[in-house]
């Protein structure tokens, strides 16, 4: 049974500059959440897709957007770059937008911008 | 709103002592869910367990327990025997039907387990 996974492990990037993560959900999930977890801090809630549809969104400026694929695979965007968004990016999948059933973590990939 | 508060930030412990975790939480909701995962150095998020708020049951696995508590709105997590393999950062997280499956995290304890 494959778990969560994404792409790529780590990524280094530029101020201005553009950048686009993936994550592939665990069997049998339809539904994705992406966080971002500065160092020291917890993961913050991003946004979730479900039937290729942005369902939820965090308090994350419209330079974080996404895609979700008829697959359910998902990619992250981050235009224009800034200092601040060097993190760890986080993604999720569980069953249905609305479900409080338990969410399953991918590996991260860590981001960071100079 | 939800907040999910972790005050310990960092705990250090020798082999086979006992630790616990502590969390506390607000919502407004009646139905919720809490979570404990754990965080190693890989950065995986790994799901430890889920209790939903109508089951205050304290559940016990192996050498981990969790003390649910309404009254104080705490959901504290016990290793029994620590080793070093459970050196790592434990999150403790919350969601509710208001939020769908977005989850509220607390900062995090960061657990050093010494030899």
């Known amino acids: 049974d494959a778990g969560v996974t994404q792409s790529p492990t780590h990524l280094i990037k530029t101020r201005g500059q553009q950048v686009t993560l993936r994550c592939s959900p665990k069997?049998?999930?339809?539904?994705v959440s992406w966080y971002q977890q500065a160092l020291g801090q917890g993961p913050q809630f991003i946004f979730q897709?479900?039937?290729?549809?942005?369902?939820q969104r965090g308090n994350f400026p419209d330079r974080f957007s996404g895609h979700q694929f008829p697959n359910y695979s998902s990619e992250l965007n981050v235009n224009a770059l800034l200092l601040g968004d060097s993190a760890l990016y986080l993604c999720?999948?569980?069953?249905?937008?609305?479900?409080?059933?338990?969410?399953?973590f991918g590996p991260g990939t860590r981001l960071t911008v100079l | 709103a939800q907040k999910v508060t972790q005050a310990q930030t960092e705990i250090s412990v020798v082999e086979k002592e006992d630790v616990t975790l502590d969390c506390v939480y607000e919502?407004?909701?009646?139905?919720?869910?809490l979570f404990w995962y754990k965080q190693p150095p890989s950065g995986e998020l790994v799901f430890l367990i889920r209790?939903?708020?109508?089951?205050?049951q304290n559940e016990i696995s192996g050498r981990y327990s969790w003390n649910f508590q309404k009254s104080t709105s705490s959901f504290n997590f016990t290793i029994t025997a620590s080793q070093v393999v459970d050196s790592a950062v434990y999150f403790c997280?919350?969601?509710?039907?208001?939020?769908?499956?977005?989850?509220?995290f607390g900062g995090g304890t960061r657990l050093m387990v010494k030899p």
């Open positions: 999720a999948s569980t069953r249905g937008p609305l479900s409080t059933d338990t969410q399953y």
């Open positions: 069997s049998g999930h339809d539904t």
């Open positions: 897709y479900y039937e290729e549809e942005e369902r």
């Open positions: 919502t407004r909701d009646t139905t919720y869910y």
């Open positions: 209790r939903n708020s109508f089951d205050e």
């Open positions: 997280a919350l969601t509710d039907h208001n939020a769908g499956n977005m989850l509220t």
